[in-house]
């Protein structure tokens, strides 16, 4: 019988003091962990501003990071590094290797060379050797890069 008033026992694994009994509750454990301790205005303040000190630094990292891409090529030229400062622009040598054999010919045509006997490439230039409209023997050195006229011989 139920005495009205009179306090029930309750087994303890039920409420959750019982030190194995696995407890979800939110508030038994915020009960296990004690009082919550308020922050003084001075530590909000600290870490207000430690935050966003951290949110700047992020953003000017984030803006800086392609500044500091890099990358080794491999050429005719040989090796070198490449900072990216130009990337937008057009480079000859990442796009073409210069003149192609057949300029070389045509640019030694226009300096007296009629007849080719042999096209030559240079580390640096073309060599282009035939003869002239007179039967001599001519050779004409054209540069790689720029297509200037080196020498006539």
Do not use: Y
């Not at 080719?116 to 002239?132: I, M, N, Y």
């Amino acid at each position: 019988m139920k005495r009205r008033g009179a306090a029930q026992h309750i087994p303890a694994f039920a409420c959750g003091s019982e030190p194995n009994a696995p407890s979800n509750s939110l508030m038994n454990r915020l009960r296990r962990r004690g009082p919550l301790r308020r922050r003084s205005e001075t530590e909000e303040t600290v870490m207000k501003k430690l935050i966003a000190a951290g949110a700047i630094a992020l953003g000017l990292v984030s803006i800086s990071a392609p500044t500091f891409a890099q990358g080794i090529e491999f050429g005719p030229n040989g090796v070198r590094l490449n900072d990216g400062r130009d990337q937008g622009r057009n480079n000859r040598n990442d796009d073409d290797d210069g003149i192609s054999q057949r300029e070389a010919v045509r640019i030694a045509r226009s300096e007296g060379l009629r007849d080719v006997d042999s096209v030559s490439e240079r580390r640096r230039s073309f060599r282009v050797e035939g003869a002239d409209r007179r039967g001599r023997d001519i050779t004409v050195d054209v540069d790689k890069f720029s297509g200037n006229v080196l020498s006539v011989r």
